[in-house]
């Protein structure tokens, strides 16, 4: 895993998602929900909820706005009824694309993947038909751009709580965890008043995949075509960037 940051490729993703302001309130609801969703909506013993919450909080989402979502998520308010989906398929020069969305009309969202792959040089694909590339984990952020945080140190915490690697990359460290152990990472290093800087269960690519600049600049056009979707929640790769 040491030597590809993700970290890097998120921050790139945010800037850009950033420039659009008017989606970033509903893919934090999105976020809210599923993670309501999945893990209840006590804050408490959900790490998942918390984060999402945090982060919607970080971007000045109404506290009002929070609640009606995980009041959703948990049957005590009436409204949409999001579903999970994901696709998997391949982007110019052979790239690995997974496509994970939540939907309240997955007929409009499916047709807007396969458009979005289709006109951006990109095929998509069956169930499975790349997902073994990759390997879920749980991925964990905290910054360190002013070095306050020993490696040692933090190292220890992580692996302690159950971590199963931490890299340090682009002044950040990057914690892995498998998915059933990540909640209790979570809980832990926040116990221990580190400030997560991106917390969530995720898919790493095993290998990664380099491209010509040409082909690199056709596949970030597929990959800022598919989050163009409001039903986006993340689209992750294996293309190895030459920035």
Do not use: C
């Not at 009606?68 to 308010?77: C, M, Q, S, V, Y």
């Not at 040089?121 to 879920?136: C, K, Q």
């Not at 800087?197 to 010509?212: G, H, M, R």
């Amino acid at each position: 895993m040491a030597g590809h940051s993700k970290w890097k490729n998120i921050q790139k993703r945010k800037n850009a998602q950033d420039a659009k302001k008017g989606k970033i309130f509903m893919r934090h609801a999105k976020d809210i929900y599923l993670a309501a969703k999945s893990g209840g909506g006590d804050m408490d013993t959900n790490a998942a909820l918390r984060t999402a919450v945090d982060k919607a909080k970080a971007d000045n989402m109404p506290n009002d706005n929070i609640e009606r979502n995980i009041k959703k998520a948990t049957g005590t308010l009436d409204g949409a009824t999001y579903e999970e989906i994901t696709y998997e398929g391949y982007g110019p020069g052979g790239v690995a694309v997974i496509v994970n969305v939540l939907t309240d009309n997955k007929n409009r969202t499916a047709a807007e993947i396969r458009h979005a792959f289709k006109k951006n040089g990109g095929n998509l694909g069956e169930n499975g038909s790349v997902s073994f590339m990759f390997d879920r984990k749980g991925y964990i952020v905290v910054e360190n751009e002013d070095g306050a945080i020993d490696e040692d140190t933090i190292t220890l915490d992580a692996l302690e709580a159950g971590a199963e690697d931490v890299s340090v990359e682009d002044g950040a460290f990057e914690i892995f965890t498998s998915p059933e152990d990540y909640q209790d990472v979570v809980s832990y290093l926040e116990e221990q008043s580190y400030k997560l800087a991106d917390a969530e269960v995720t898919f790493i690519p095993q290998n990664y995949n380099s491209l010509s600049p040409e082909d690199e600049e056709k596949m970030m056009k597929l990959v800022d075509a598919l989050e163009e979707s409001e039903d986006v929640q993340d689209v992750h790769h294996n293309l190895e960037s030459n920035e």
